[in-house]
Nanobody
Framework: VQLQASGGGLVQAGGSLRLSCAASGRTFSSYVMGWFRQAPGKEREFVAA????????FYADSVKGRFTISRDNGKNTVYLQMNSLKSEDTAVYYCAADFSLQATVNAAADEYDSWGQGTQVTVSS
C-alpha cells in the first residue's frame, strides 16, 4: 500500500490544521493506522493511532485533548485534526499502516509496515 500525507503548513500558535493521509489499495479498512512525527534533531515519536473501524483510538499524552485522529474507510483516508497548536508541535508528520491481522492500536513504530512521505507542520510562536 502507498500512503500520501498532506495538509501540513505554517500556522500560528493556538491555530489548527487538519492532516490527511490517502492510501492506495482496497484493503485500507483492514489496517490499523497511526500518525508519528519527527522534529529536527529528535527521534520519531508516536502521535495517535486508530483501529480498523475507528472504534478505538490512542494518543500520546502530549497531544491528548488537542488532536483527534479519525478515518473514512470509504475514502481510504485517515485524518489528524490538530487544534491549539504549540511551537513544540513543529515537526514532519508521517502516517503509517500496520498490516497485521492481530494488530491493535499501538505506539510502537516498528509495528507499522508502510509509511507515507511526511508533511511539514510549522507552528510559529
Amino acid at each position: 500500500v502507498q500512503l500520501q500525507a498532506s495538509g501540513g503548513g505554517l500556522v500560528q500558535a493556538g491555530g489548527s490544521l487538519r492532516l490527511s493521509c490517502a492510501a492506495s489499495g482496497r484493503t485500507f479498512s483492514s489496517y490499523v493506522m497511526g500518525w508519528f512525527r519527527q522534529a529536527p534533531g529528535k527521534e520519531r515519536e508516536f502521535v495517535a493511532a486508530i483501529s480498523r473501524r475507528g472504534a478505538s483510538t490512542f494518543y500520546a499524552d502530549s497531544v491528548k485533548g488537542r488532536f483527534t485522529i479519525s478515518r473514512d474507510n470509504g475514502k481510504n483516508t485517515v485524518y489528524l485534526q490538530m487544534n491549539s497548536l504549540k511551537s513544540e508541535d513543529t515537526a514532519v508528520y508521517y502516517c503509517a499502516a500496520d498490516f497485521s491481522l492481530q494488530a491493535t492500536v499501538n505506539a510502537a513504530a516498528d509495528e507499522y509496515d508502510s509509511w507515507g512521505q511526511g508533511t511539514q507542520v510549522t507552528v510559529s510562536s
